[in-house]
């Protein structure tokens, strides 16, 4: 019971620490964890849906928040054509400075460097575009689209940067250019269409998310957005996940139900007679099963403490040096992600697989404990 | 007043295809502060109407009263609760718990009845002493004689002061001088609390003891006789 309570303990802490990686990281990619957007931009991202002067306000939200994890873009579709070849792709205009501190894509720049000026004709593109578009650093490229006014809008840039990602959609489809290019180009007149705020952590972006509504209060220009909102597959994936590692732990927590009920009874069993003798001076069967139930309690809350306390020391140690498999470090590496996983431990973790461990238990013990009311004295008195 | 009065008792078991009568429409009455002994050879039905008086067993049919109340008709529970208050055993085989000492032992009943620590413990001491066994307080039963378990048996049948006490063949393993000092130790807590003894046994030196012998064959009583003035 103490090993499974500690083996519930580290990987339901070990789980909860993988989910805020996962979030964290997918968040970290492009997401963000807030964004200021157009009131329809989230679920119809037309060009027209744009935030004004968005560069202005990523300016004053990076000041009163005192942070500098604040940074503007504007987005389009527009075709981009090689010497060779032409492909449709999502344009981000982002601003060269602050980009690197909301997105991971500029530390994934595998060749050449990230975008430095705010108004240079060049561009960062994906790995598999790249590829796709046969070209290399330093070779120019035909952007084609529609201006925020419908008018035509084209640019040549060169590539001074491609980022592999490992993600095959983002390193296919996207390409990133200076926000101000990115006005000049589409006739944006300062407008963008997200400003994008990071937290330090997950667990702060609510207050974050407070003191931005009440910075920028929310009207037919801006609404604000959590991540929640913006990626809701993100938290779909991690509850589905949840469900089948549920299905895990129940199983678990079945084995050792079944060990319970299984030790209960053989336990009563090997007292077959002791309890028969107390029978038969006076002691009630139904208070005999309740001194079963009691055993079986006190066994239990041996368990959920030992089990907490190893399990809080074991965990402990992993929330401080992290957990590496076997290859981990490699693929880290290739995505930009920490190389290790910190267990996340919280009273939930700490309690709740020992708590439920502990509930099956006492259910598990009812059958030997009512097993009691048929013994007969007599004849458990003559058991060996 | 009637301490124990079974009327019309039948009891059959089966062992393969043999039906056996181990009580056959028997009735007995035992006056409180009687001091009977039940004589059978092996198999005559002795252990089961102990074990029907004492509400370990229900008859097949027939009625058992103690002190005025029915009992074959009582739940476990309340028989258990019968049997904690009203009577004390001595069983052939001591029935002592291995795991604990022989004043634990003892305090057993009195814990179960709810008797205070203090109380319980003094008296677990006085009765160990009664039946001679002081200084052997804190010994397990694996550390001691048969004839000493037996003794604890019976310090721990007595020491909640029952109205009635049963002992199955409570002689068959101690030698003579034993078995006189236990008789002699009943024979005292007869006269000195009125307590109904009923013991089953086919010690003939333990018969001769006894003022109310009943002989008993195949399940009935042959013979009820009184023996001596108790």
Request: aromatic share 6%; proline share 4%.
């Amino acid at each position: 019971m103490v090993f499974s309570n500690v083996l519930l303990v580290f990987m339901m802490s070990l789980q909860f620490g993988m989910y805020g990686l996962m979030v964290d990281n997918g968040l970290k990619a492009f997401t963000g964890h807030i964004q200021i957007q157009a009131p329809a931009y989230v679920d119809d991202q037309k060009m027209r849906q744009t935030v004004p002067d968005v560069v202005t306000l990523a300016e004053s939200l990076r000041e009163q928040l005192q942070s500098d994890f604040v940074s503007a873009r504007a987005q389009t579709f527009v075709l981009a054509s090689s010497k060779d070849r032409s492909y449709g792709v999502a344009i981000i205009g982002v601003e060269p400075k602050f980009e690197p501190v909301v997105s991971s894509i500029p530390g994934l720049v595998k060749e050449g460097r990230f975008l430095k000026s705010n108004d240079a004709t060049e561009i960062v593109i994906g790995k598999t575009l790249a590829k796709n578009l046969r070209i290399g650093l330093g070779d120019e490229l035909t952007l084609l689209g529609s201006g925020l006014d419908g008018s035509f809008a084209a640019a040549v840039v060169n590539v001074v940067g491609i980022f592999d990602s490992g993600v095959e959609d983002l390193d296919r489809s996207i390409a990133e250019i200076p926000l101000g290019l990115f006005q000049d180009i589409f006739y944006m007149q300062g407008a963008g269409h997200q400003v994008v705020i990071t937290a330090p952590n997950i667990d702060l972006v609510p207050e974050l998310m407070a003191r931005v509504q009440a910075l920028v209060p929310e009207d037919e220009k801006h609404v604000i957005h959590d991540w929640n909102r913006l990626q809701p597959g993100l938290k779909q994936a991690i509850q589905a996940d949840m469900s089948s590692s549920f299905a895990m732990y129940a199983i678990l927590v079945i084995l050792v139900a079944f060990s319970v009920l299984n030790t209960q009874l053989m336990s009563v069993l090997e007292r077959t007679r002791e309890f028969g003798i107390v029978m038969a001076l006076g002691l009630k069967p139904g208070r005999l099963g309740r001194l079963v139930i009691l055993e079986t309690m006190l066994m239990g809350l041996m368990g959920v403490v030992l089990g907490a306390i190893v399990g809080a020391i074991v965990t402990y140690y992993f929330t401080v040096y992290g957990l590496s498999l076997p290859g981990m470090d490699e693929m880290a590496a290739q995505f930009n992600l920490p190389a290790r996983m910190y267990p996340q431990i919280s009273i939930a973790t700490l309690l709740a697989g020992p708590m439920i461990v502990f509930l099956f238990s006492l259910l598990a013990s009812l059958y030997p404990a009512l097993r009691l009311r048929w013994l007969h004295p007599v004849e458990a008195m003559r058991a060996a | 007043m009637t301490a124990v009065r079974c009327v019309d008792l039948c009891k059959t078991y089966i062992q393969g295809d043999t039906e056996i009568k181990a009580l056959d429409h028997l009735s007995i009455d035992v006056d409180a502060g009687g001091f009977v002994c039940l004589s059978s050879p092996s198999g005559g039905g002795k252990t089961t109407l102990l074990n029907a008086i004492g509400g370990l067993d229900i008859p097949d049919s027939g009625e058992v009263w103690i002190e005025g109340e029915r009992i074959d008709t009582k739940s476990k529970g309340q028989l258990a609760e019968l049997r904690l208050r009203k009577i004390g055993f001595v069983f052939q085989a001591y029935n002592l718990i291995p795991v604990l000492t022989a004043r634990e032992n003892v305090e057993f009943v009195m814990q179960v009845q709810g008797v205070p620590a203090a109380e319980r413990g003094e008296l677990a001491i006085n009765v160990l002493k009664e039946v001679g066994l002081a200084g052997l307080e804190d010994r397990r039963p694996a550390q001691m004689s048969g004839g000493q378990q037996q003794r604890v048996a019976v310090a721990r049948a007595v020491v909640s002061r029952p109205a009635l006490i049963l002992a199955d063949e409570p002689t068959a393993n101690l030698d003579s001088k034993t078995s006189d000092g236990l008789m002699d130790l009943f024979s005292e807590l007869n006269s000195a609390h009125n307590t109904t003894f009923i013991i089953a046994t086919h010690d003939q030196r333990v018969m001769a003891h006894i003022p109310r012998l009943i002989r008993m064959l195949d399940g009935r009583i042959v013979d009820d006789i009184q023996q001596h003035a108790p």
